[in-house]
């Protein structure tokens, strides 16, 4: 079904579906310039509903965090566009692209990436402060939280008093503490043992299932690739396949 | 690994501008032994200014203090003219009036009058100029050190014949106590010379060579019988406080000029000295500003480093929502925290070294400045409104020194912070 929405940057754009949480439009990102010009990205189109678990997979070097860094807003495209809730993020102002990373968009980094002098519970509760959520709420969210991902009891502790797979609960925790719509993971289970990794995907996608929360992962892992419901797959920059699964 | 407890609920402050704050703070003790040394730097500078500062406030009060009390006076009373022509004609007639106005103005402590000339003393061995002063004994030791610095025989009494000279005039004139010393000088109104024989009744030493070889003292009814006159040439002044003598706007300045006297603050009567004590504020001025150039960069080398070690961390900060400006306020904070805790110590440093140094005093003995033998300790001064506004100042300097690594952090691309970590 093709709908005509109103979306920032770019009225009157065709997009597929009122259902797309994300698409990217002749997405490109070069780096360097004449000789060392390396196109790290060429011509991506991706259209991506809302609640799909999808995994972006390639070689190294294919362009797979590039793609996850330009969905996220984390970095600007030499070209194209990409629109997340129908909104053309590269016409956002910082602050504007700032909140909306903020309120829409959860991350979860491969090195758990937690702020160092916060313990787990600041960490978790960290966004919604910014969001300047009341004390009452914060403590609710933050407590089902470290309950659904086995954290009780560990939330005064500093990333450093925690093991990497306790670090990536806290990180998964962040990333839907302020309930985004979507959640960009960039192998996540990398720095884990498999056992802690599995169970970690299992939690997120009974996330995905059960609150419809869109993931959006750059991986390696076969273990990602078994719970997928699509594979993006990437070569030097280009998308060569788009298996999606029943 | 869990714990038996539960960890305890968070504050009840639901704001971004507490959360920054709370990272500031935090953020700054991460590498405590580089936040120290940085608190160090900070800190040693402020206490290295304010005791300058305290050092060049003590040392200019004490050559003011050596200047103006050892003989000058903090003002002096001249016929209009005489200083620049240095015209022994040109002396103050009508004593009886000045003396009764001196008497009643309250900003004047003491008055000295005197009448000088240049005169030839001859003893029985060799022949020397000097400056003959003709001084009230009792005056005089209400207002210059004279009495004070007579280190052999006494100080005058008032009896005709008594002389006091200086100890290198003593000495190149071969003479010591009692023996007689001949003063030659010429006459006001016409020039004709007059002579008067003396004994030396007493040797003073003021620890300054031009005083000492170049002075004499003799009562002032035989210096004005000797020149001839009945008035004076000078009147040294002393004052109730030493800040009167800059105060311009006191009515006593006003009344005591006039068509046929001047009167003059010691400021105005050794220019040089006051253009020295000038400069000297300059140099402090001077020092502060490259102490505080030194403390900029080396604010900002610490933020640098502190900023570069947590580039990655700011990446992810910015990528999970944080506004670039509220990024910049966390380095603005902590630069504060730190120029804060660097303030506190440099003060108590400085407050413990000068309060030693005002007690203790430095001892410059015999040291010659312009023309002054500090031949007193300098004693710091302590000065409240110095500490409040060099405190400050260093506050200041934190907070620029923070601006260049809070715009670079806050403008830091999220993908390039956090490299491949993502």
Known sequence: ?246 | MTRATEAPKLDKASSPATLISRLAKRSIFRNTRRTLLTVLLISCSLAAILFTDAFVRGMVETMVEISTQTFLGEGQIHRVGFREANDIDLYIEDTTTLYQQLNTTTAIQAFAPRVLTGAMTSSSENVASAIVYGIDAIKEAQVSKLKLAVTQGDYLSGIDGEIIIGEQLADLLEISLGDRLVVTVSEANGGDLSQALFRVSGLFSFNERNMDIGMAFINLAQGQKLLNITGVHEVALRLQHLHQAEDKSLPFWQTLNNDQIETLSWKELVPQLSSMLAMTKYSTLIVSIIMYILVCLGLINTMFMSIFERQTEFGILLAIGTRAKQLFYQIMLEGFFIGLLSVTVGLLMAFVLCYWGSIIGIDYSELEMSGLTLNEPIYLILDASSFATMGLATLAVTLIASLYPAFHASRLQPSFAMRKTL
Request: net charge negative; charged share 25%.
């Open chain 1, 1 to 246: 079904m093709i709908t005509q929405v109103d979306i920032v940057g770019a009225p009157n754009k065709v997009i597929a579906s009122q259902n797309t949480i994300i698409e990217t439009t002749h997405l490109c990102r070069e780096f360097g310039q004449g000789d060392t010009l390396v196109k790290a990205l060429t011509d991506a189109n991706i259209i991506i509903e809302r609640g799909e678990f999808t995994a972006i997979i390639g070689p190294s070097g294919s362009g797979k965090s590039t793609l996850l860094q330009l969905i996220g807003g984390l970095d600007n495209p030499s070209s194209g566009d990409v629109f997340l809730d129908n909104k053309n993020i590269n016409h956002m102002t910082g602050t504007e692209l700032s909140d909306f990373r903020r309120d829409h968009i959860g991350f979860i980094f491969q090195a758990y990436n937690l702020i160092p002098v916060l313990s787990a519970r600041e960490n978790i509760e960290y966004i919604m402060l910014l969001q300047g959520v009341p004390a009452a709420e914060r403590n609710k969210r933050v407590d089902r939280l470290m309950h659904a991902v086995g954290l009780e009891g560990l939330g005064d502790r500093r990333p450093a008093e925690l093991s990497g797979g306790q670090q990536q609960r806290v990180a998964v925790a962040r990333a839907m503490v302020s309930k985004p719509s979507i959640i960009l993971a960039d192998e996540p289970t990398a720095n884990l043992d498999s056992k802690t990794g599995a169970d970690l995907l299992d939690m997120m996608k009974e996330l995905n299932e059960k609150q419809n929360m869109t993931f959006v992962f750059s991986t390696h892992d076969p273990k990602i690739m078994e719970r997928a419901k699509r594979i993006i797959r990437l070569v030097d920059g280009c998308i060569v396949d788009d298996e999606r699964r029943s």
